[in-house]
T-cell receptor
Framework: AQSVSQHNHHVILSEAASLELGCNYSYGGTVNLFWYVQYPGQHLQLLLKYFSGDPLVKGIKGFEAEFIKSKFSFNLRKPSVQWSDTAEYFCAVNGGNAGNMLTFGGGTRLMVKP | ETGVTQSPTHLIKTRGQQVTLRCSSQSGHNTVSWYQQALGQGPQFIFQYYREEENGRGNFPPRFSGLQFPNYSSELNVNALELDDSALYLC?????????????FGPGTRLTVL
């Protein structure tokens, strides 16, 4: 079965700091990778996705993620965070024998101090 | 374009009761998935419906059941409610050409079981 680990449960940063959130998955076959964001009081929104091709993926709001197959990782980055990035971030994977089922990590709650 | 909608937004039930949650998929989307998100955790896949048939199921007991209608809307039914069923229930829809890989989430229904 697939599993997804997000190592940072809570992250607190000051505005303009750089962000990197870790994500590792267990499945070794062909996978699709996603980062979703949940702003306070809002529904899950897709930040970015990786299906194939360039392992460096750019998403909305200045976020990017790098797929490193050898490390089973898909870490999320942003060079300079803003107060409005305060949210919960979820890494998710599907594909292989799990089909279209999305397996989510436990989430990382990011707080950006103004 | 109307996004995924869910009803009701909040619901309170007691142990042993039954509940039905509803989801309208985004326009043009024919696949619907349901997820359970317990407090402080990532969403967990319950099941997926495609062309009115169950198309994959997560590790949930049979008292969790669903339906998909010809207009692609869907219901999630939970019988014999338990306290641990208290959670946010998310519906996600997928477009036909995406093969279910990219899922668009609704705002969720928060179920409290007393």
């Amino acid at each position: 079965a697939q599993s997804v680990s997000q190592h940072n449960h809570h992250v607190i940063l000051s505005e303009a700091a750089s962000l990197e959130l870790g994500c590792n998955y267990s499945y070794g076959g062909t996978v699709n990778l996603f980062w979703y964001v949940q702003y306070p009081g809002q529904h899950l929104q897709l930040l970015l996705k990786y299906f194939s091709g360039d392992p460096l993926v750019k998403g909305i709001k200045g976020f990017e993620a790098e797929f490193i197959k050898s490390k089973f990782s898909f870490n999320l980055r942003k060079p300079s965070v803003q107060w409005s990035d305060t949210a919960e971030y979820f890494c998710a994977v599907n594909g292989g024998n799990a089909g279209n089922m999305l397996t989510f990590g436990g989430g990382t709650r990011l707080m950006v101090k103004p | 374009e109307t996004g995924v909608t869910q009803s009701p937004t909040h619901l309170i039930k007691t142990r042993g009761q039954q509940v039905t949650l509803r989801c309208s998929s985004q326009s043009g989307h024919n696949t619907v998935s349901w997820y359970q998100q317990a407090l402080g955790q990532g969403p967990q896949f319950i099941f997926q419906y495609y062309r009115e048939e169950e198309n994959g199921r997560g590790n949930f007991p049979p008292r969790f059941s669903g339906l998909q209608f010809p207009n692609y809307s869907s219901e999630l039914n939970v019988n014999a409610l338990e306290l641990d069923d208290s959670a946010l229930y998310l519906c996600a829809s997928s477009p036909p050409n995406g093969g279910g890989n990219e899922q668009f989430f609704g705002p969720g229904t928060r179920l409290t079981v007393l």
